[in-house]
């Protein structure tokens, strides 16, 4: 699926047409042109979408913060942090967040060696998975509404059917989370620490 394919999604929930390209001059295109990649980075940064999600050292800077030990420089593709962690610990995706705060494209946390665990600026189409095409292109006809039909009920609507979308993904989560800790008891026999969300690409523990 490419981009054009996902804007004529958006639009099909508009009762709009399809367009061919995003230089065809058209109302529909002009909209696309203007909502597109901005919406697309709105809905990355609403979620900790997987196939979207990168793990990376943190490069440090020689500037000493006033009030954390350390500043590092954050990826130039970063949208969402989602954890921060030291580079000999495992990441698991709901536990072991250290304290930070970003000013400007600086991080600032007290871990050493730190490793950063986000959401990138994924423009790839085809690593889009189904539930994101879903939010994406209900978001996008929210934006592009008022443009193309003069309705603000319909960006209303639109608007709540994304914000549904996404409040699913969060349950869907939840609810995995919540199966891996019922249903592995193997884990806990164990004594396992790791789970199969583990992003350490060190880690070397399977089920």
Known sequence: MD???IINIALSHLGAGNIQNLTEGSNESKAANVYYDITRRAVLQKYNWSFATKVESLALLTE???DFAFAYQLPTDMVKVINIVPETEHYYPKGNSSAFEIRGTQLLTDVEDANIV???DDEDTNTFDDMFINAFSHYLASQMA???TKDRDLQVTELEIYNSIISEAGA???NQ???RKDENPYVTARGATC???CFDVNCNYTY
Do not use: A, F, G
């Open 64 to 66: 000493q913060p006033r």
């Open 146 to 148: 008022i443009r193309i």
């Open 118 to 120: 986000y959401v990138y």
């Open 195 to 197: 789970t199969d969300n």
């Open 172 to 174: 869907s989560t939840l």
């Open 3 to 5: 981009n054009i394919e």
């Open 177 to 179: 989370d919540k199966e």
